[in-house]
């Protein structure tokens, strides 16, 4: 139990283009969803918090307007890249905290891989 | 403003022998620390929280709140323990909003 499901785990598009990443929480509803940015061989950095029918939370540094993240329903919250170009080309990474469960464990998906040519 | 610190971004043991991946955290309250570890070609996954006291796969971690440390710690290290492993802090209560360290990549060595 407990799966995060990410998708695409890759993408390519061109320099403009906006691409959306969701993120879906398979059998359990998820209150919070967690947005990441891991470039190679670096951490996971943070971007922003999406909880379920409310505005994300943005972390200092994240262009809100850049990556927009909704969080609609609660087992899936979407992060959109507009207007992409080649430095966001990264690994994104979501994460999501079990409604019910409370053991401080977050699940995560498997990543999807940006690529902006 | 919270911090982890993983000083070692490479470790390299063989297989039998004691690992010890540091972690060392700055926060003003009281924080949950996290161990999370990714093998290769698979998702982060949790490996132990330092509230359960729990031996996972027999690797062990104290909260040493004199040293602000949650180092990781396995008597005898295998060749399957190879991964990435990442220390993680989270605030007290209820916030999962977790700040991890730069991760140490573990080697065992056959």
């Known amino acids: 139990g407990a799966v995060v499901s990410q998708h695409p785990s890759w993408v390519i598009c061109k320099s403009g283009t906006s691409v959306k990443i969701e993120c879906r929480s398979l059998?359990?509803?998820?209150?919070?969803m967690f947005w990441y940015r891991q470039f190679p061989k670096q951490s996971l950095m943070l971007m922003a918090t999406?909880?379920?029918?409310?505005?994300?939370?943005?972390e200092q540094g994240v262009e809100k307007d850049k990556f927009l993240i909704n969080h609609a329903s609660l087992t899936l919250s979407t992060l959109t890249v507009t207007s992409a170009h080649p430095e966001d080309s990264s690994f994104y990474i979501c994460?999501?905290?079990?409604?019910?469960?409370?053991?401080?464990?977050?699940?995560f998906g498997e990543g999807s891989r940006l690529t902006v040519l | 403003a919270q911090r982890v610190t993983q000083p070692e971004k490479l470790l390299s043991v063989f297989k039998g022998a004691p690992v010890e991946l540091k972690c060392n955290y700055s926060?003003?309250?009281?924080?949950?620390l996290f161990w999370y570890v990714q093998y290769s070609r698979q998702r982060l996954q949790l490996l132990l929280r330092h509230i359960s006291r729990e031996s996972i796969k027999g690797f062990t971690a104290d909260l040493n709140k004199g040293e602000t440390s949650f180092h990781l710690k396995k008597p005898f290290a295998q060749e399957e323990d190879s991964a990435m492993y990442y220390c993680a802090l989270a605030p007290g209560g209820s916030n999962y909003k977790l700040t991890f360290g730069k991760g140490t990549l573990l080697t065992v060595n056959p």
């Open positions: 999406s909880n379920e029918g409310s505005k994300a939370t943005y």
């Open positions: 059998d359990f509803q998820a209150t919070t």
């Open positions: 926060y003003s309250g009281s924080p949950e």
């Open positions: 994460s999501a905290r079990h409604g019910t469960l409370n053991t401080g464990e977050l699940f």
